[in-house]
């Protein structure tokens, strides 16, 4: 459940960047004057949780591509049928990341209700996300060159695998469970 839980924030990783930026004070009116790193962590909460949690997503990645990269205990498996899902990242991205980034978190402006409604809808969407098992639906991963296929292998059918590139058929592969029918997988050489 944890690596799921990390390919959640690993999937708003953009989400955070962009809250970030979008939260960081800087003064327009005054020839585009920071405030200064010190101030930045100490005053304002919102950036500063951003900036964190792209940090967490950071090293959940590097956990991720090291489970990959380190390949699976089972034996090869020969593609027998692949389907390219990618198109359902795009679909994750447009519907719940950017309708988010436009939330008002400007604690002046009364951002307050709303941070908390955002972080409210996180923490539903992270539930529903882990609990019906599309938390391979990730956007941070497409961005980084990994693709999301459902595949048919000779020993089983309708799998999902996480992959960075291309795959297709007679490609054999080295796969890591994640879930049932879940799976990291690597290219076998």
């Known amino acids: 459940m944890w690596r799921k ?15 970030f930026v979008n939260t960081v004070p800087v003064s327009l009116t005054t ?30 990645f590097r956990r991720f591509n090291y489970r990959v990269v380190k390949g699976a ?29 436009c939330f008002n978190l400007d604690p002046a402006n009364g951002g307050n209700r709303n941070l908390v409604m955002m972080v409210l809808v996180l923490i539903l969407m992270g539930w529903i996300y882990v609990k019906t098992n599309m938390f391979y639906q990730n956007p941070t991963l497409a961005v980084l060159g990994f693709n999301v296929y459902r595949v048919d292998t000779k020993e089983s ?8 590139g291309k795959l297709a058929k007679d490609h054999v592969i080295l796969a890591r469970p994640v879930d049932e029918n879940i799976y990291f997988a690597k290219h076998y050489q």
């Open 5 to 19: 839980i990390e390919l959640y924030i690993l999937s708003l990783w953009i989400l955070f960047f962009l809250v």
């Open 157 to 164: 059918q309708n799998i999902i695998v996480i992959i960075k």
């Open 73 to 101: 205990p089972l034996n090869p498996k020969t593609i027998v049928k692949a389907e390219n899902l990618n198109f359902e990242t795009l679909s994750f991205l447009v519907t719940y990341i950017v309708p988010l980034v």
């Open 31 to 60: 020839g585009s004057h920071f405030v200064g790193w010190k101030a930045l962590f100490t005053v304002h909460i919102v950036p500063t949780v951003a900036f964190a949690l792209v940090i967490l997503g950071f090293i959940f």
